[in-house]
């Protein structure tokens, strides 16, 4: 999935509950249970993906949790806000 639309009217709510969502988030091995979002494909996605965030904020878009590449390999740790 690479697009989510919101009314406008609910977008605010909308955000807020899915940064709070995000906030338990665990990222890491996707071969572990407690892992809510595995490591992209390559390095080349991971980048790909970044630099749209990156992209996003020089544009004014405001990044309200991550935001950053994650150090190691798929290190168990959750985002931070």
Do not use: C, N, W
Request: glycine share 12%; no cysteine; aromatic share 4%.
């Amino acid at each position: 999935m690479e697009r989510v639309y919101v009314h406008r009217a609910i977008a605010d709510r909308f955000v807020d509950a899915l940064v709070d969502a995000a906030r338990g988030y665990t990222y890491g091995d996707g071969r572990d249970a407690s892992t809510v979002l595995g490591p992209l494909v390559d390095r080349r996605q991971r980048d790909l993906v970044h630099g749209h965030v990156l992209d996003a904020a020089a544009k004014g878009a405001r990044i309200r949790i991550g935001g950053e590449v994650p150090a190691g390999r798929a290190s168990s740790t959750r985002p931070r806000s």
